[in-house]
């Protein structure tokens, strides 16, 4: 659990630093009058071609991602086996928060959201590239163009983050991705035992940082995008 | 004070249990929860019925005998305090509480609020010892121990094997208890030397014994009497990683 947790947060800073370049993109475009400014459009090719990422990296991360929720719902299973008869009063015992107690509800909300991320972004990618080999930018008719296009990533993002409802799904998962991870970055560091006298506090410190500023900054690129791209 | 009492009654382990209701009128403040209970069960037992059946011994906070879940809290509403140390200043005229047994796979109803703990004495007994001979008591300074692990270690060894950590827990698991015994042993040196085989038979004790796994909530160290810390439990997790990858 700890071991694929570190790991899909290593995959969340990598994923937010590159949509952070979307933001900067736009600030350029919009704000500051720049021509041209494809940072972003850089990364994702990047990405999106490089056959290590595509090939090494990309099945990691899927295999990745599985193995945390097999393992979160075994886990799940295993311990609701641990206390047959609850209580008839109800479990009040002081515990030190909300998302420690409802990790399987906040994973939760990250799959539905993953699905929408999904059908967004990763499925159209992977039929233009592997299956048709044409690809759209909005409500484009899809091309060959289009595919070969370098500079195809940006307006395309662009165009899903016009949906207010969309924003508004993305604002709601990525809080909740927040306090799922406020409790699983620390966690992780019990877990591996290195949650020991001195790091103890600096880990629940870095933890809710952590927790409060990668899910804002990716609710950041979505409001930019919708606002002022 | 008066107070109304539901409480769990169960016959034996085969038999379905349900929660009995009970008024008592006059509780006095300054008894002791357990004085309470004897009360009720003398008030029961004229009443021609049989008494509710649960576990104390010292009754001053050092055994772990006593145990009862009182208003959803292993041990009741106050922090660091066993049932037999709580008392009936804590509750209002007039209050309803329940009283129910630790509940966990791991700990089987024996009878009304009586649990079989005996899981725990099995966990020592894979491996919560030292297993050399150490002689007659030695010179106190003979092996010299930091401070700092000397007082850890002794606050770990505070742990009074009650089982509130795995009552209180979401997940039933014994984790804080089992990890509270390896790390006393582990900061001093006489105990050092099998940590790596002790972790790995204890936590395959405890796991054999159907305790849940620790997903690191923290209620077993909040409601621990004796303020167990979770510390311990980042420690053996850290012990029983290290004997994975080199086993000796
Ligand atoms: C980007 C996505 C995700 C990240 C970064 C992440 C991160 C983490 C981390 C670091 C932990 C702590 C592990 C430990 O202490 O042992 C954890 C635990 C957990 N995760 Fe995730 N997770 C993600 C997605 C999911 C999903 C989709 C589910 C769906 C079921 C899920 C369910 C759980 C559960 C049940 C736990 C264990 C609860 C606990 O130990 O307290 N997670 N996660
Ligand atoms: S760790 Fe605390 S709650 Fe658990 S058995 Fe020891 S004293 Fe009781
Ligand atoms: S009866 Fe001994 S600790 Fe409560």
Redesign the pocket.
Known sequence: ??FS??F??L??TQHMTINLLSVVDSLRLNIFGAEESNLFNQAAYFMGNNPVVQFALQPVLIAG?ML??LM??V??AKNAAARPDGYQYGNKARAYNWA?MN??IT??V??GF?GLHFYDFWIPEITAKYVTGKAHIGDSPATEAILADVNRFYPELVHRMKYPWRVAIYCVSFVL?GL??N???Q??F??TGVSQGKYVAGIKKASIAFAVIVPLMFIVVALVHFFIS | MKLTLHVWRQKDAQTQGEMVDYTLDSVSEDMSFLEMMDVLNQQIIEAGDEPIAFDHDCREGICGMCSMVINGQPHGPQQGTTTCQLHMRSFKDGDSIYIEPFRAKGFPVVRDLMVDRSAFDRIIQSGGFVSVGTGAAPDGNAIPIRKEEADEAFNAATCIGCGACVASCKNASAMLFVSAKIAQLDRLPQGKVESKERVRSMVVQMDEEGFGNC???GACSAECPKGISLENIARMNRLYLQSSVSPT
Request: charged share 0%; glycine share 12%.
């Open positions: 659990m700890a947790g570190l899909l947060i995959f969340l991602f945390h929720m979160a719902f886990l799940q420690s990790m399987l994973g939760g990250v799959i993953l991705l799922h991870l409790h699983g970055f966690s992780s019990q877990t | 997903t690191n909530t």
